[in-house]
């Protein structure tokens, strides 16, 4: 009998040293648009294939490369069609000249606050229309993987309250809102790569320079250059991401796993929205022991960018179905009709906020 036992014992543990021993199903390589270093990367890219290997067993395997790696970080659309990327997340503004559809999936001015956002993609059909469009117009599958809090409006080495403060103003910005502040404000934007903002703000090259919300911004050290923190982020109230493959690629994935990768985009959303507001209360803090000045841009001008934003996306959504994309005025229509709906009926939402 001893003997039986040790030879079942013997016989399960090679099996486990076999599964263990056992390499992944699929294993793809995944371009991002953040440093390897950058916490942006860890509450993005690596929570998400850490819970795409969780949730698969380890029968699909992701592994995420720091920005410029496996592509340029501007350049990841194009790597994801011609296949020499398996997968990539990436900031769908960085592609709004080619296609101003984009800039409803990133947010825009005068565009959704992120909780109508998240609602607009995950109940109210939005979610659905930006699969459709990446595969119809790209040949991508695409999900919706991240979700920022509303941005700083810059941080700045020039205090910034009224629209005549922007005439000049020189600012690291993507987007919609790089467009609007050349065009409706007089300013001089340059998009520049996630990398080399802190030592475009440092040497002054800007006079000011947006990324995120208050808690993704600290730790990369803005608020050490510039003295001036300037807010609301009427610019950019929502900022979104997402990962993309060929649609070929998608196809050819088992359903089970399509829907772990389903799963950990939306969890991931959810991480980065979470983690972002708790931060953004501790980041405000820093800023004011930092001796950073807090300035508030004037209600004329936050009015004035939510205007110019609202006239810049119907504009171009116009020209775009002008110019047969008849489903970029579909898909402005939905988002244009649930963020009315929200702003008409949230009120009774409580909001701790102090006036």
């Known amino acids: 009998m001893k003997r039986l036992i040790s030879t079942i014992a013997a016989g399960v543990l090679s099996l486990s040293l076999q599964g263990g021993a056992l390499a992944a199903e699929i294993e793809w390589k995944m371009a991002t648009i953040a440093p390897e270093s950058s916490k942006i990367f860890e509450l993005y890219a690596k ?69 109508t956002f998240m609602h607009w993609v995950y109940q109210g059909g939005g979610g659905e229309m930006w699969e459709n469009y990446r595969r119809d117009k790209m040949g991508l599958m695409s999900l919706y993987m991240g979700q920022g809090t509303t941005e700083i409006f810059a941080h700045s080495h020039k205090a910034v309250r009224t629209a005549e403060d922007l005439k000049g103003y020189k600012q690291r910005s993507t987007g919609a809102w790089a467009d609007i502040l050349e065009k409706e404000f007089g300013g001089s934007p340059t998009v520049t790569p996630f990398g080399e903002i802190f030592d475009l703000l440092q040497k002054k090259g800007m006079d000011g320079v947006e990324y995120g919300g208050p808690g993704a911004n600290l730790p990369l050290g803005y608020h050490k250059v510039a003295k001036y923190i300037i807010f609301p982020g009427a610019h ?64 004329e001008l936050v009015e004035a960018i939510t205007a110019a934003g609202q006239k810049w996306i119907g504009e171009k959504i116009g020209e775009a179905s002008a110019n047969g994309n008849a489903d970029a005025a579909k898909i402005m229509e939905s988002y244009s009709a649930y963020q009315a709906t929200w702003s008409q009926n949230a009120f009774t939402r409580a909001i701790d906020r102090d006036e």
Do not use: C
């Not at 380890?58 to 490369?65: A, C, K, N, Q, S």
């Not at 720091?66 to 340029?72: F, S």
């Not at 994935?253 to 399509?258: A, E, F, I, M, V």
């Not at 969890?267 to 508030?296: C, I, K, P």
């Open 236 to 299: 950019q109230p929502s900022s979104s991401t997402e990962i993309f493959l060929s649609a070929e690629k998608w196809d050819a994935l088992p359903d089970d796993l399509k829907q772990v990768v389903r799963d950990a985009a939306k969890a991931t959303t959810y991480h980065s929205w979470l983690n972002f507001g708790h931060d953004d209360q501790g980041a405000m803090a820093a800023y004011r022991d930092n001796g950073n000045e807090l300035v508030r841009m004037e209600a």
């Open 47 to 115: 929570f998400f294939s850490d819970k795409v290997r969780l949730w698969s067993n380890g029968r699909l395997e992701i592994t995420p490369y720091g920005a410029g790696v496996l592509a340029h970080p501007f350049k990841l659309y194009e790597a994801a069609q011609e296949g020499q990327v398996d997968i990539a997340w990436s900031y769908p503004g960085f592609m709004v000249n080619a296609d101003p559809t984009n800039a409803i999936f990133a947010g825009f001015p005068g565009g959704m606050a992120p909780e």
